[in-house]
């Protein structure tokens, strides 16, 4: 058990892991022993020092459970019994599974090698190829680090069976158990094979070596480089842990951004330091490369990525990665974006970028993620269009261990953007997703945004790419254009808070990436409710109310700061709070008014054929339902088309009176939201009650700050009078305007 996770748990789980070398006391001892435990628990939270329930354990809390859960338990978890070898990952598991039982039952789960033959116990069972054959379950097929639960009969005994062929499948099983334990009454028909969609599910973490985070809002890093490698933080074992426990397994350790100090080999030793822990949790570590790295770090006088020398260096230098540190991915790669070097520096394409670090890569097995980010300011072309102008034509060039990481929405991880034009658009090369965890645009951590709505949107999306159904999802998971190499990517929102991401429910988007990247097809509903079950109550009273808030929220944030298909209205630099007015940013697409296009005429983004034509880069399919202003859905309608104020949308309303409308029903949700978490405060702990409540009345306030200023400034573009019964701004727009946040993160 890891001492922070033991430090936080009230009431946590008491039993030791059998196999960690238990010591028996005598009566007394043990007696002693515990008076011991209380006068220290007494004393801490005295002083305040026990944290009883600060969100540091995730959704792995592992609650007593009650009633028919509890009951359902005591039958399926009596004992356990383990086929397989004691490899470290195999260790775990049998550790996790002591670990959640025994804290879920409040008794020991006892190992008992020959509860085989019993009622009632579960075996832990890895390898081989007959599997689930002799249970009469021949036909399960397992992929990769895919893992079977059944309840089987054995001679008449009745047991559960956690069956895979890998190790790090095993773990995976068995926290899918723990998860079943507490949200499925009916365990005694189990019958589950889950394989993960794609193969790279990644966490990429934009933290800088100095431990501050590009757009974190939780802290700082948890990536202590200053005391790497000597010291090991003990946090990153349950970091390890929580990935695992969703089947993330990859991370990238620094910003995209990249340092490129981090390829010296002193900071490779604490990479090691870091790749050592998540090792046995399956997980790979993997470093952004800055491509100028040559120059800067080896010396060279280019890092043109034709020249032998650079090639030779790149090899030289991916080769003492893998000396140095174990279980070592690959490459994430920002070239040529927003000022960061890259091949274009020496006319050399994209392409022959990535290519040059696959080769290098390549005898080691290892991949490239690059970015397709890209947009330039020297270029006049609408910013949605650049990425798709500058990668489509490369379709085909790029070497088989190279990935495109290609973003949601063409613009920037907004509220809502239209998929990116992209996808299907590069069928011999494997697109990734990239999705944002982190809510750079969505109200930073202190807004309820859950973002698994979004998720789901962008992978439901239909690109027609080969007729209706050719879903990005079955883009990321390769089906549609039969790649094997398949990935998904979500810009981590953990740093060093006590909750890990800035909010309790802020959690929940790390969760619900996890799941998304295992199966990009499940609901973001199902997993709603399966994490507030783990997080918070498993009582369906609870759940039904909290699954509510959380559904509604996404679409929230866009009706207070982005409604009908606007986009990147936020404040310039940091991104917090409203300022659709900017115009004074030197590159164009850096100001809002880029975007919103609002004068005294109409208001939006024209990329139909009479303005950009970004229309054209879908599939036409896809583009039908998007070009005509009268049919298109609302809430693209700014997106695409720039229309008249006085503009009839299909219910009637104007364009004016729509926008206002979504602003002050953006407001009146998350009132509601309050209100009902309000009537929860019976199932959640006080410490997670009240954060969250003070969290909503931010959020409150500031979508009301969000709605007030677009309106003051858009009635002053438009000089339309609100619409009767609609209460003005709180201020005028001069008020908005000179609002600063020098020190927002
Ligand atoms: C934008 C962020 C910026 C990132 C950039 C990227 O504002 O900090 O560096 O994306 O993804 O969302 O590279």
Not at 391 to 400: I, N, R, S, T, V
Not at 449 to 477: C, M, N, P, R, W
Request: hydrophobic content about 40%.
């Amino acid at each position: 058990m890891n001492a922070s996770l033991r430090h936080s748990r009230e009431g946590g789980n008491p039993w030791t892991p059998a196999f960690a070398g238990v010591t028996t006391v005598g009566r007394n001892n043990a007696l002693l022993k515990r008076i011991e435990v209380l006068l220290c628990l007494l004393a801490l939270s005295v002083c305040g020092l026990v944290h009883a329930e600060d969100g540091h354990e995730l959704w792995l809390r592992y609650p007593k459970l009650s009633g028919e859960l509890a009951a359902q338990l005591e039958r399926h978890a009596v004992s356990y019994w383990v086929s397989g070898n004691f490899f470290p990952t195999f260790m775990l598991a049998r550790q996790e599974l002591e670990r959640g039982v025994g804290a879920m039952a409040g008794r020991p789960l006892k190992y008992d090698p020959f509860s085989a033959n019993a009622d009632g116990s579960i075996g832990l069972t890895v390898g081989g190829d007959r599997g689930l054959a002799e249970f009469g379950h021949s036909e399960v097929l397992l992929q990769g680090d895919g893992f079977a639960l059944y309840a089987v009969t054995r001679n008449g005994h009745h047991q559960l069976v956690v069956w895979a062929k890998t190790h790090v499948g095993l773990l995976y099983g068995t926290f899918e158990l723990l998860r079943q334990f507490q949200t499925n009454p009916h365990i005694d028909q189990l019958a589950l094979v889950s394989n993960p969609a794609t193969q790279l599910r990644m966490l990429d973490h934009w933290d800088n070596l100095d431990g501050k985070i590009e757009r974190g809002y939780a802290g700082r890093s948890i990536f202590d480089w200053w005391r790497l490698p000597d010291y090991v933080d003990p946090r990153l074992t349950d970091y390890a842990r929580a990935n695992a426990s969703i089947g993330i397994n990859g991370i990238v350790l620094n910003n995209v951004n990249a340092n490129a100090r981090v390829l010296t080999h002193d900071y490779l030793l604490k990479v090691a330091a870091i790749a050592k822990v998540m090792e046995p949790w399956g997980i790979k570590v993997y470093l952004s490369a800055r491509f100028s790295a040559p120059k800067e770090i080896g010396g060279l006088n280019t890092a043109d990525p034709l020249d032998p020398q650079v090639r030779k260096w790149w090899q030289d230098k991916t080769d003492e990665i893998y000396n140095t540190v174990l279980n070592f991915g690959g490459f994430l790669v920002k070239a040529n974006s927003e000022g960061q070097p890259g091949p274009g520096d020496y006319g050399r394409t994209h392409a022959d970028g990535a290519n040059m670090l696959a080769a290098a890569l390549a005898r080691h097995h290892g991949v490239v993620m690059w970015r397709a980010f890209v947009y330039s300011d020297v270029n006049p072309e609408d910013r949605a269009k650049q990425a798709y102008s500058e990668f489509k034509p490369l379709d085909g060039k790029f070497a088989d261990n190279v990935l495109v990481q290609v973003k949601n929405g063409a613009i920037d991880f907004q509220p809502r953007e239209p998929f990116h034009p992209l996808f299907g658009a590069m069928p011999k090369t494997p697109l990734m997703p990239e999705l944002q965890i982190t809510k750079e645009y969505l109200g930073f951590a202190t807004h309820l945004v859950y973002l698994g709505k979004l998720f789901e949107e962008v992978l439901q999306a239909d690109t027609y790419a080969h007729g209706a159904g050719s879903t990005v999802a079955k883009i990321a998971d390769g089906s549609l254009e039969h790649h094997a190499l398949t990935g998904i990517a979500g810009v981590a929102n953990i740093g060093s808070d006590r909750d890990w991401s800035g909010s309790d429910f802020n959690q929940a988007n790390w969760y619900a990436f996890g799941r998304l990247a295992w199966n990009p097809y499940d609901s973001s509903e199902r997993i709603v409710r399966e994490w507030l079950a783990q997080t918070f109550s498993a009582d369906p009273a609870f759940i039904e109310q909290a699954t509510q808030i959380m559904l509604r929220s996404r679409e929230a944030a866009v009706d207070y700061m982005t409604p009908l298909g606007l986009a990147h209205q936020m404040g310039t630099g940091h991104h917090y709070g409203p300022a659709p007015w900017v115009n004074d940013q030197k590159r164009p697409e850096w100001n809002p008014v880029y975007y919103n296009r609002a004068d005294a005429n109409g208001i939006g983004f024209d990329r139909t054929a009479t303005g950009s034509d970004a229309l054209a880069q879908y599939f036409p399919q896809a583009a039908a339902q998007w070009a005509d202003v009268n049919t298109i859905d609302d809430k693209y309608l700014l997106w695409f088309h720039h229309v008249p104020w006085q503009h009839k949308l299909k219910n009637g309303q104007t364009v004016w009176q729509a926008l206002i409308d979504h602003y002050d029903h953006g407001v009146a949700e998350v009132e509601a939201m309050q209100q009902q978490w309000e009537g929860l405060q019976s199932y959640v702990d006080a410490e997670r009650h009240d954060k969250t409540k003070r969290f909503l009345q931010i959020q409150r306030n500031e979508a009301q700050w969000w709605r007030d200023a677009s309106i003051a400034y858009f009635q002053s573009v438009s000089k339309l009078p609100l619409p009767a019964g609609v209460r003005p701004p709180e201020h005028d727009l001069g008020y908005y305007q000179a609002l600063r946040f020098p020190d927002a993160p």
